[in-house]
């Protein structure tokens, strides 16, 4: 079991570009989360899905989209980078005991 | 409005010392309470958690946590700390059977002085 994937690693972006971050899980979780990460601010919850077809905001989700057609999938979507989302990004997912696991980020930079 | 709080966002102990990180969380019930670790470029991993039961949970890497409904804290220790300990650690509170919006304390990051 790869437990939870993303692509890619690491991405240069310039301002105005668009770009999808992938996310995938194979732990048949229901739960889904994308976290971004920024020195001195600890994680902040960008969106998040309880199952195919539903997904809601989190803390910090203006200028992202998700979208969540499969258990497995839960790509985020940047509609106009900026450099304000220039960050490293987590995906997560949990089952029922609220547990944890995480994806090994995407470390994104705007220019 | 829930609200987790690590007080301590750097702490600097020497090699071998014992520590203590800080938890302090404002929900209207008892949350499930969650430690994790991050080491250097990594990802996050799960250290310990509480549903219920034993206040005194035992975590990997000889860590662990003690809740205290009194004070809403769920504080962190290990009794003597390596030099791998060196990372950052974040306290994660979830609602039970509400809210699906998990969030996390702003961390703690820790140095280990040889």
């Known amino acids: 079991n790869a437990g939870v994937t993303q692509t890619p690693k690491f991405q240069v972006l310039k301002t105005g570009q668009s770009m999808t971050l992938q996310c995938a899980q194979d732990m048949n979780h229901e739960y889904m989360s994308w976290y971004r990460q920024d020195p001195g601010m600890g994680l902040r919850l960008i969106h998040y899905?309880?199952?195919?077809?539903?997904?809601d905001q989190g803390e910090v989700p203006n200028g992202y989209n998700v979208s969540r057609s499969t258990t497995e999938d839960f790509p985020l979507r940047l509609l106009s980078a900026a450099p304000s989302q220039t960050s490293v990004y987590f995906c997560?997912?949990?089952?029922?005991?609220?547990?944890?696991?995480f994806g090994p980020g995407t470390r994104l930079t705007v220019t | 409005a829930q609200s987790v709080t690590q007080p301590d966002i750097h702490i600097t102990v020497s090699e071998g010392a014992s520590l203590e990180l800080r938890c302090n969380y404002s929900?209207?019930?008892?949350?499930?309470l969650f430690w994790y670790v991050q080491s250097p470029g990594q990802g996050l991993q799960l250290l310990l958690k509480y549903f219920s039961g034993d206040t005194l949970v035992q975590g990997i890497k000889g860590f662990e946590a003690e809740f205290k409904r009194s004070q809403s804290s769920f504080n962190l220790r290990k009794p003597s700390v390596h030099w791998s300990d060196a990372a950052e650690y974040f306290c994660a509170p979830v609602t039970q059977g509400g809210s699906e919006k998990l969030v996390f304390g702003k961390g703690t990051k820790l140095t280990v002085n040889p």
């Open positions: 929900y209207g019930a008892t949350p499930y």
């Open positions: 899905s309880v199952g195919a077809g539903i997904t």
């Open positions: 997560a997912t949990h089952g029922r005991t609220y547990e944890q696991y």
